[in-house]
């Protein structure tokens, strides 16, 4: 909100790059709005950082739906390795219609780490460790958000 008035910005154009946001100096965040999880929806989220409270080294948020043990969505989204955080959906898309185990993670999580083009590279982690972890995190995820599916 700003002296214009009210506007709403999805969030694919309201995360910029590195701690920049699409917000003018003269606006302030007053709401952020996200759907409501469907019943039975999984859910996890793991992140990587040198000590706690600093910034992830890369992370892994998702959620997964299912029935009879079969994925019927899957939202997958990495941190910490690129200016924003970006979706996965390679991985995504060889998960839905697929039976929740482990080899099915473990396919997903590889084309999940293949899926980052460019991750970046700084004095705290090279590309390829930020790679192996998004592969790591997103295994684990997969194995949690199944957990909670109920």
């Known amino acids: 909100m700003g002296p214009g008035g009210e506007r709403s910005i999805p969030a694919e154009e309201f995360f910029v790059t590195y701690m920049t946001t699409s917000l003018e100096t003269n606006e302030i965040l007053t709401e952020v709005r996200m759907p409501v999880m469907a019943p039975g929806t999984g859910w996890a989220i793991q992140e990587m950082a040198r000590r706690n409270g600093d910034l992830a080294l890369a992370g892994v948020a998702l959620t997964l739906q299912a029935s009879g043990g079969i994925c019927t969505a899957a939202r997958i989204a990495a941190f910490g390795v690129n200016a924003t955080a970006v979706r996965l959906p390679q991985a ?3 998960l839905v219609g697929q039976a929740l185990n482990a080899t099915n993670f473990t396919n997903a999580a590889a084309l ?19 790679r192996q972890l998004v592969k ?10 199944a957990g909670r599916l109920g």
Request: proline fraction near 3%; charged fraction near 20%.
């Open 92 to 94: 995504e898309a060889a």
């Open 112 to 130: 999940g780490a293949a899926e980052l083009v460019e991750p970046m590279t700084c004095i705290h982690a090279s590309a390829s460790y930020r």
């Open 136 to 145: 790591t995190l997103l295994e684990r995820c997969l194995a949690e958000a």
